[in-house]
């Protein structure tokens, strides 16, 4: 099976504009009320709470905003993340993981709503024990998560288990 988010993340460079536009109106508001000769109105903490708010949404999209791209046909597992905003340039954030079915140790998926995401755990001949990736998969629709994990349950069964 194949998912791709692509449809879902083209709203994160609004998303990005937006925050930014946010943040730069109310850094010239506070510079015109800190300007004005009145000495009623005194800047405060509360002006700088929007830029504050702002800031953090900035940095939660900035986290959440990556592509997700998952393919399980064929005799290898496949996971990519990728940065959005400058995605059709260049590649940026990227984090890739392609391995045969059978190297599939095992994996762990959460969903907390506003953030989930699929950590997975390969089996490695050098290291002992397992490596483990962790990929963002926030903006997935339901539907693709359920396969996604579906998908990967099948794996897991299909694979033989080694025996000592």
Do not use: C, W
């Amino acid at each position: 099976m194949r998912f791709t988010n692509r449809n879902e993340v083209k709203i994160i460079p609004s998303i990005y504009i937006v925050l930014v536009a946010v943040f730069v109106t109310n850094v010239f508001v506070n510079i015109e009320i800190m300007a004005s000769s009145e000495s009623e109105q005194e800047i405060s903490f509360s002006h700088f709470v929007p830029n504050i708010v702002t800031l953090l949404l900035g940095l939660y999209v900035h986290k959440i905003g990556q592509s997700f791209d998952f393919d399980s046909d064929g005799e290898t597992l496949n996971f990519k993340n990728n940065g959005v905003f400058f995605s059709k340039f260049m590649e940026y954030r990227v984090k890739k993981a392609e391995f045969p079915k059978r190297k599939l140790g095992k994996f762990h998926f959460v969903d907390f709503g506003i953030y989930s995401a699929l950590t997975i755990y390969i089996k490695s001949r050098r290291k002992q024990g397992y490596r483990k990736y962790t990929f963002n998969t926030t903006f997935l629709t339901r539907k693709k998560k359920k396969g996604m994990v579906d998908s990967l349950n099948k794996v897991l069964e299909t694979t033989p288990k080694p025996t000592a």
